[in-house]
């Protein structure tokens, strides 16, 4: 990715993409001190911008760190930067980094830095309408307690890397990632659901991220009165439901047809939401 034409945003500044310079020394890279977003635009507007920019701030306050730009700013420069691609549709990556003043596991005075890139993302699976294939993952969500769960904070995604490349390996496109308790948590970088006689169940976001896909769909369904269940749920009921399908600003909603050894068939209410998520996005009717 670092070569190539454009511009990135960099602490208030358009930097020629292929200048884009961190120190090695950076706290960041050794000690995974960076939160980040993920999202889309869609017809050159970001999809849930604001509530991005927000939860960013938020994630470097549970970091213990502040962001030297209110959301304002961040929601102008991610504005400016889709701008000065020109591009439509497309990902934007907002990244808060502690800097390389001090080495160490205490960085106190450490500067911190805030980037933007911005660039054309295809789906994020290949053929996602198809469904793609799950394996288990070997890696289990911690606890609240034992990592910032609530936080998109890059260390975090340590074992959803392991999980995704260990999956991948395999030939499957991603993995399903348990909880500390053993209940199904989600997907390496997107929510999961469920569906079983008419209803959608989910996992209670208590120790992973309550995407904002995630709580996006759950309007969704709600508007068309299909019963949502958020709830614990156990792997062993895996082979009870009859479609699934995850949820993430990348992912948007991606059909599931196989989780190892159980089989989906992604039907009416997969369809639902994958339509009603797009056309939502778009500014379309539903
Ligand atoms: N869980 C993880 C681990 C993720 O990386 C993501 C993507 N940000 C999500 C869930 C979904 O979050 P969102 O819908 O806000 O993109």
């Known amino acids: 990715y670092d070569d190539r034409d454009g511009y990135i945003w960099m602490d208030g500044e358009f930097v020629p993409w292929r200048d884009t310079r961190v120190h090695l020394l950076t706290h960041a890279l050794h000690y995974g001190s960076a939160v980040f977003e993920g999202e889309r635009a869609y017809n050159g507007v970001i999809f849930k911008s604001l509530q991005h920019s927000q939860r960013l701030h938020n994630s470097a306050k549970i970091m213990g760190f502040d962001i030297p730009f209110t959301v304002e700013q961040i929601e102008a420069a991610k504005k400016e930067t889709l701008a000065k691609t020109g591009l439509d549709s497309a990902y934007v990556r907002a990244i ?100 079983r006689d008419g209803a959608i169940h989910t996992p209670t976001p208590d120790c992973f991220l309550n995407g904002l896909t995630r709580q996006t769909v759950i309007g969704l369904a709600k508007d068309r009165q299909i019963e949502i269940i958020e709830r614990a749920i156990m792997p062993d009921e895996l082979p009870t439901f009859s479609e699934c399908f995850i949820t993430g600003s990348a992912a948007e909603v991606t059909p599931v047809s196989e989780i190892g050894e159980h089989t989906y068939k992604p039907a009416e209410l997969t369809g639902l939401m994958v339509d009603d998520y797009d056309k939502l996005v778009r500014g379309q009717p539903i």
């Open 96 to 195: 808060a980094w502690r800097g390389s003043e001090m080495m160490g596991v205490s960085a106190q005075n450490n500067t911190i830095h805030l980037a933007i890139a911005v660039w054309p993302w295809g789906d994020y699976f290949q053929d996602k309408m198809k469904g793609i294939r799950m394996t288990h993952a070997q890696w289990r969500r911690p606890a609240p307690d034992t990592a910032p769960c609530n936080a998109k904070a890059a260390g975090l995604y340590m074992i959803c890397t392991l999980s995704k490349h260990a999956a991948e390996k395999d030939g499957y496109a991603d993995a399903l990632m348990l909880d500390y308790r053993g209940q199904v948590a989600e997907a390496t970088g997107a929510n999961i659901f469920f569906v």
